[in-house]
């Protein structure tokens, strides 16, 4: 079945530490995403990538760091820097930045010990 | 005031009921407008998406948008408790080649037997 994994599903970060957040599809899609969702909000974009070795800063990038060595992965780590990690980070891919749908892995929960 | 506004809900209805969820928003050139549904702690899923003004439906779905007065609808008819979940809207400016969505804060539907 095509589609996009994350793992874990929950992630404990303690102070001080960072973090990373697995991303994997195989629907060939060139371009992914990460999106952070807290209670009541909608989804805020953190990075995307457009292409293998290419990545772009979204609406909240900072204490955030991505990489795309692989066309199928795109993993996130959440830093030391970022003072407000609790959240539900949602990965997503498409075929391209001009395609108007997005598909969504099912989450990571990160929490602050 | 927020690009795409979307009222958080919980909206309660009873089994059977005729759902209209809907989404206002402030930026005129956005073109592309889509709906998700997202179920507890899993990640959303693509329900619907249209261009530009005008109604598309599928099956129990029909969404509509209105460009004249910036505001999108989702109807769901014969609601069923499985359609409880939250729904977000999305829409997106393809001016530049990106597509890449606007969403709103999702509106929690809760559907009792």
């Known amino acids: 079945d095509g589609g996009i994994t994350q793992s874990p599903k929950y992630l404990f970060r303690k102070e001080g530490q960072n973090v990373t957040l697995s991303c994997e599809q195989n629907?060939?899609?060139?371009?992914m995403y990460w999106y952070r969702q807290d209670p009541g909000q909608g989804l805020r974009l953190i990075y995307y990538?457009?292409?293998?070795?290419?990545?772009q800063k979204g609406d909240i990038a900072e204490g955030y760091s991505v990489s795309r060595e692989k066309k199928e992965s795109f993993p996130l780590t959440v830093t030391s820097a970022q003072k407000n990690p609790t959240a539900f980070y949602l990965c997503a891919s498409s075929r391209g930045l001009a395609t108007e749908t997005q598909y969504f892995g099912p989450g990571t929960r990160l929490l602050v010990l | 005031q927020k690009e795409v506004e979307q009222d958080p809900g919980p909206l309660s209805v009873p089994e059977g009921a005729i759902v209209s969820l809907n989404c206002t928003y402030s930026n005129s050139a956005f073109q592309y407008f889509m709906w998700y549904r997202q179920y507890s702690r899993k990640g959303p899923e693509l329900l619907m998406y249209?261009?530009?003004?005008g109604n598309k439906e599928d099956g129990r779905f029909t969404a509509q948008v209105d460009k004249s007065s910036k505001y999108i609808s989702l109807f769901i008819r014969d609601s069923q408790p499985s359609d409880s979940a939250t729904y977000l809207c999305a829409m997106s400016n393809p001016s530049g080649g990106s597509y890449i969505p606007t969403f709103g804060r999702g509106t929690s539907l809760i559907v009792h037997p």
């Open positions: 629907l060939n899609h060139d371009a």
């Open positions: 990538s457009q292409i293998v070795n290419d990545f």
């Open positions: 249209t261009y530009s003004s």
